[in-house]
Structure formats: C-alpha cells, structure tokens
C-alpha cells in the first residue's frame, strides 16, 4: 500500500476537505522494527504489521483514508488491500460491511492477521483474489448474492476504494513480489475502474490516488465505464514543486465537466507540516 496526499473536504465536491477527517482512527507514526522489512503502524485503534506485504505503509493510504467520504453502514470494496490499513480505516469511520482483496497469499494472511486482531472482525472480511476476475465474478452472482440470506457479502458496493499499484513499468523492482504489487499485472486503469463498475451501486463512488501523469488516463477510462469525477484533490509535496499526486472521486453519470479542483500541499517552505495537512491528517498520528 501506500500514501502522499490529501486536502481539505466535504461530502460534496464544493466542500471543504477538513470535515473529512471528523471521526477517522487516531494513527502514530510508524514505528521502524529490526530490519527494515519488519515494521509495524501503531494506530490509536489498530495495530498493523505489514512485514509480510510487498508495498508498505505510507502516507498515501492515510491520506486517502481521511479523504474520502464515508457514510455509515454502506458497504464498502477494498480493492489491493496489502495489509488492509484501507480496509481498517473505513470500518473504523463506520463503513459496514468491508470487503478486501488482496491478490499475494502473504499480504492477504498478513490483511487477515490484522483484522482478527482489530476491533472489527465482524466488519472486514479479507479475500485472497484478484480484482478483476472477482469483481466480474461477484456482479455475475449478484441475484443470487441479494437472495441468499446466509451470504455474508453485499450484491453491490456503495463505496470502492483502492490504492492501485500505479507505478510504471519501467520503475519495476528487482524484488519479485514488489513488482507483482506495482505492476498488478494487468491491474491498469482501464481494468480496475471498470471492476469497480460492475461491483457499484447506482449511486455508488470511487475512490483512489494516482500520479499526476496518469490523469489522461483516467479520464478516459472513467469515461468508458460511465464514471465521471465528482471531486479531485490536487497534491503538492512543497510550495516549490509541481503537484504529483491526484486524490480522485468518481460516480456515476454522464459527464458535465471537471469540478474545481482542491488543492493541498503537504508541507511548508521551512519542510514542516502545514496546517492543512495537519487539520486532516492530525487525527491519525499520536504525537
């Protein structure tokens, strides 16, 4: 998994990013292990090891994690869960039921690890699987899934979040399962927006973070689903350097043109947080 941006906002794409960060976990800094593969997230109310996942912890989960909107009691996707800090945000901010898949066996034991040891393991459940073929699979089912009262899974999703494994080819890793994590092999924009359509309700949104450099992309794929974005969070890392991340929502609905954008950047001239990062975020970290 991971993590690098947010800004101040609301449930609507006019508002503010600030109320998002209202009734979000508490999270302390991770804290290094041993070895630099050992590391742990303590969080004020979960505890994450991610030792065992190939993409770690990082602000860009958190930072997603606050932003989006959250309603209570709709069921919520995690796509790509690593160890599930996505899949745990949002059961904490209320969401029900959470369902998160993981497509390495590691990271998905490790996701389920989590789980059973957080408060909320009648509220996430963690699949080992991969996106696309399970979200086709599961809308295929969904009837069937509505009409079985033993089922533990929704039929459809309200919410869909994901921290996709965005970065590119050419970046890939020596390591072996980092690069099954960063690639996705075949996890591209066009094949994860519109797993997430099958799974979506009519009225349902996605949620995600990606590269500047990738926003034509999206645009177009969102497009070929019948996505079109309803907030977008621009995300700088200083004042001096250009925005390079992309807090992203989508719903459903012909197109009526891109909203203003928000904007955040994370810290100041003198390196420290800013107050916006701050006012977001400062519910997850324990000082």
């Given at each position: 998994m991971s993590a690098a941006r947010s800004t101040s906002m609301s449930s609507s794409s006019s508002s503010s990013c600030s109320q998002s960060g209202v009734m979000i976990l508490s999270c302390a800094k991770r804290l290094s292990a041993e070895s630099k593969r050992q590391m742990s997230f303590q969080c004020r109310q979960f505890y994450l090891k991610d030792d065992h996942c190939a993409m770690k912890v990082s602000t860009d989960s958190l930072l997603l994690g606050s932003w989006a909107v959250v309603q209570p009691h709709e069921a919520t996707l995690d796509l790509g869960c690593g160890c599930?800090?996505?899949a745990l945000m949002m059961a904490?901010?209320?969401?029900?039921p959470v369902v998160a898949l993981e497509l390495d066996a590691a990271a998905a034991a490790q996701a389920q690890a989590n789980v059973a040891?957080?408060?909320?393991?009648q509220v996430v459940q963690v699949e080992q699987a991969e996106v696309v073929n399970w979200c086709a699979h599961h809308a295929s089912y969904a009837v069937a899934i509505e009409q079985d009262d033993a089922s533990k899974l929704p039929a459809q999703f309200a919410h869909v979040i994901f921290n996709p494994p965005y970065f590119a080819a050419h970046l890939a890793s020596d390591d072996q399962q980092?690069?099954?994590a960063r690639q996705g092999q075949g996890a591209?924009?066009?094949d994860w927006l519109q797993a997430a359509s099958h799974v979506l309700t009519a009225t349902g949104r996605v949620?995600?973070?990606a590269p500047v450099l990738a926003w034509s992309a999206i645009l177009t794929a969102a497009s070929a689903v019948q996505l079109q974005v309803s907030?977008?969070?621009?995300?700088?890392?200083?004042?001096?350097?250009?925005?390079?991340l992309l807090l992203i929502e989508l719903q459903r609905g012909n197109q009526r043109g891109l909203p203003p954008p928000q904007q955040l950047c994370i810290r100041n001239q003198t390196n420290q947080y800013t107050?916006?990062?701050k006012q977001l975020t400062g519910a997850f970290y324990l000082n």
């Open positions: 599930g800090i996505l904490q901010r209320g969401a029900a040891a957080s408060p909320w393991p980092r690069r099954l591209v924009w066009s949620s995600f973070i907030r977008y969070c621009e995300v700088q890392a200083t004042p001096n350097k250009p925005a390079r107050d916006e990062f």
